[in-house]
């Protein structure tokens, strides 16, 4: 295998783009990126994108956007893993790149998710549950996540205020992020007494619904040296499954498939966790990214609403994770959050991250997530 | 100088509380409350529709005025819940206040601005003299579809102007009209409730509009907030009209006087026409009035008021607005207001 580098990134402002389509936000985050690594021929295009199908009604997403972005008839492909699309796109262009199959490849993610009402938006989302045992019993990701969360309260004591502050930390950091959805603060109290979505988890427990699109080029590390640019290479890079239905995992308050994809990334990578200096995470709901960061043993099991608690994982604390904002503040447009915390790790490796910088940030580490754990992928980038 | 010769409002006197409606879908009242600043929300008694609340609140408006109906050469009301789909309120507006038959009548749509639209084309044929005196109603008895977020706005009322050339409590010194194709809010034919873009309708539609508008007649008339001693908007809730104010560098003590929705509701055609009624009823002679109204679809008309010496006189010739919302009230529950709102029926 070759070793890949990451020499672009490309990210536009989040939100509720009503004036842009689809096509329009994909092709701006991947001109940046293609301008930011200073190429312009591409060998390959992958794009992570989970339902433009329900949400704009449109398929046959690779060719069309390979097209608005003026790269036909390059080979194009769409990956879709519910809300880790994005993630897999990039693992999907890291094979690519590794295997010697192409040189330079495109990774894009995106979706756009307001064109289409609340309801038809949870609709769309609910189909990366399981729709036999899950979705048509009336379940969605709120409801589940709120079984994980009392799941997790149960067994180890985590508190709704623990679940409370990893909204007031991610949104501390999304208030230095320019790109960000919602880039303001929030109090415990004001998590506290926001709307009840499903109890216990309220609405600023929750990511919102989000238009965006992240983009990233991948390389030969060699090539990119060569290129003189500033080389962040992925070097490690897990994927694993696991069963969609919640009621069929061993234990609700545990992610195993993060758990997996996490040590594998590591052993890839030849680090141990602790050798990681910043982390962006799927945080789609507070009590998610607590069990995440159980599951990469960033803390012990049990130990994720304490840890948030005590600042192990706030900006300054000895694991910084979500320094972007996550997809709480940021925003979470599902089929881009993979590549967006692609975005963010190479920006604060190269030092780029303004405000939120992490000092001497030299290894970072992305975990993308589908449904409730059904999927999960995690890629290490090491800057030089 | 064409104006408001006289102003009229009407408002039923049924209530029923933002707890009471949530209390039945299991939703949270204090965020209702504290989201979108209501309260409580009229609601018209069975017998009442869009064609009686505006023959009341012309009747109030001819009371103020005090012309012969039969000099009103023109007479439009505006709203989303007329009675017929086809056949006019206008006319049966018109044969009640005996201003027919030499009299031009329309009924007018355009979501929540079918009100001021009328109030726009009536100005226009008096300021054009093509008839000496025209009335112009913004009502509606609108509904929001059953646990829907608009449940708990939809109200009903009705406000009328009476326009011309003479006898003038406030002169219309400046319009302005700001419309583009921005699809928020619907309702098709054969459809009972109308449909909404949720959170679409704030930004790209009433705030972009509303202060589209605000900017644009300021901006015509070379006049900027501190000049007004009064200002309204339209108001879908009561947190909307604040925040375009606030954003436009309004005060509330501006605001205050013509924001009625806390415990009126959403009176679409009727809601900005009814804080200017409610604002007349305690302006004094010289003040600047802007009214700046917004309909989903969309669009706002603006106007700028100064009124006159007469206000003095005609105030107390016809019910306060402020009055006709606190006074008399009588608290309905879910039941009664389901029966009302004809949301059940009894089996024939």
């Known amino acids: ?384 | 100088m064409a104006g408001i010769v006289g102003y009229g409002a009407y408002i039923p006197r049924n209530r029923i509380k933002v707890e009471e409606i949530a209390k039945v879908w299991g939703a949270d009242a204090p965020s209702y409350k504290k989201g979108l600043m209501l309260e409580e929300k009229s609601v018209p008694s069975p017998d009442q529709d869009t064609i009686t609340m505006s023959v009341e609140a012309s009747k109030n408006a001819l009371r103020r005025a005090g012309i012969d109906p039969r000099e009103i050469g023109a007479v439009y009301v505006g709203s989303e819940s007329h009675p017929y789909a086809v056949k006019p309120s206008g006319t049966v507006l018109a044969e009640a206040l005996n201003a027919t038959p030499e009299v031009h009548t329309a009924d007018l749509e355009f979501a929540c601005k079918a009100g001021t639209e009328g109030m726009f084309i009536a100005l226009s044929l008096v300021q054009a003299a093509a008839v000496k005196y025209g009335l112009a109603v913004g009502a509606d008895t609108s509904q929001g579809a059953p646990g829907d977020a608009l449940e708990y706005s939809a109200a009903a009322g009705a406000a009328a102007f009476i326009f011309g050339r003479d006898k003038l409590v406030a002169e219309t010194l400046h319009t302005y009209s700001y419309t583009t194709d921005t699809p928020d809010f619907w309702r098709r034919e054969y459809q009972y409730y109308p449909q909404h873009g949720g959170r679409f309708t704030g930004d790209p539609a009433y705030f972009s509009h509303i202060l589209g508008a605000a900017r644009g007649i300021m901006a015509k008339a070379g006049m900027k907030p501190a000049d007004f001693q009064y200002v309204i908007f339209h108001q879908p809730n009561g947190k909307f009209p604040l925040r375009a104010g606030e954003i436009l560098g309004f005060s509330r003590n501006q605001i205050d006087p013509g924001w009625l929705v806390p415990k009126l509701g959403n009176t679409y055609s009727g809601s900005s026409p009814l804080g200017l009624t409610s604002t007349l009823d305690i302006a004094k002679p010289g003040d600047m009035i802007l009214l700046v109204s917004y309909g989903s679809g969309a669009g706002s008309d603006g106007f700028i008021f100064r009124v006159t010496e007469r206000i003095d006189e005609v105030r107390n010739l016809a019910p306060l607005t402020r009055d006709m919302l606190d006074r008399n009230k009588n608290y309905i529950d879910y039941g009664v207001y389901a029966k009302y709102r004809r949301k059940i029926r009894k089996a024939e």
Not at chain 1, 68 to 86: D, H, I, M
Not at chain 1, 128 to 156: C, I, R, S
Not at chain 1, 372 to 384: D, K, L, M
Request: proline share 3%; aromatic share 4%.
């Open chain 1, 1 to 384: 295998m070759r070793d890949v580098a990451v020499i672009g990134i490309g990210m536009t402002k989040w939100g509720e783009l009503w004036k842009k389509s689809l096509r329009t936000i994909f092709v701006e985050s991947a001109l940046l990126a293609l301008d930011d690594a200073g190429v312009d021929k591409i060998d390959s295009m992958v794009v992570g994108c989970m339902s433009s199908g329900l949400f704009v009604g449109q398929e046959h997403l690779a060719s069309l956007l390979s097209d608005y972005l003026g790269k036909n008839p390059v080979p194009a492909a769409r990956v879709e893993s519910a809300c880790s699309s994005g993630g897999l796109a990039l693992r999907q262009g890291f094979i690519e790149v590794a295997s010697g199959m192409s040189d330079v490849v495109l990774v894009g993610g995106v979706e756009k998710m307001t064109d289409v009402t609340g309801c038809e938006a949870t609709f769309a989302l609910g189909t990366a549950a399981d729709q036999e045992y899950e979705g048509f019993h009336g379940l969605t990701f709120p409801g589940l996540y709120a079984m994980m969360a009392v799941a997790h309260m149960h067994k180890y004591g985590t508190t709704r205020e623990q679940l409370a502050l990893v909204a007031v930390k991610n949104h501390d950091n999304g208030s230095k992020n320019p790109l960000a959805q919602y880039p303001f603060k929030v109090t415990v109290e004001g998590v506290l007494q926001s709307v009840l979505v499903a109890d216990p988890l309220r609405i600023l427990d929750c990511s919102p619904i989000t238009d965006g699109a992240a983009a990233v080029v991948l390389c030969p590390a060699d090539m990119a040296k060569k290129m003189k640019k500033p080389v962040i290479r992925i070097t490690g890079c897990g994927q694993a499954t696991d069963t969609i239905a919640l009621s069929s995992r061993k234990d609700l308050a545990w992610i195993e498939s993060t758990h997996i994809a996490g040590q594998k990334a590591l052993a890839m990578s030849g680090r141990k966790i602790g050798d990681i200096d910043l982390f962006e995470v799927h945080d789609c709901f507070t009590i998610a990214e607590i069990m995440i960061t159980e599951a990469l043993g960033i803390v012990e099991k049990g130990r994720g609403g304490k840890a948030v608690e005590e600042g192990l994982t706030s900006l300054k604390g000895k694991f910084p994770v979500n320094p972007s904002g996550g997809l709480k503040a940021k925003g979470h447009p599902v089929g881009a959050t993979g590549v967006a915390q692609a975005v963010e790790v190479v920006k604060q490796l190269r030092g780029e991250a303004a405000e939120r910088q992490i000092k001497g940030a030299k290894r970072g580490l992305t975990q993308n997530m589908g449904g409730t754990g059904g999927s999960s992928v995690v890629h290490v980038f090491e800057a030089e």
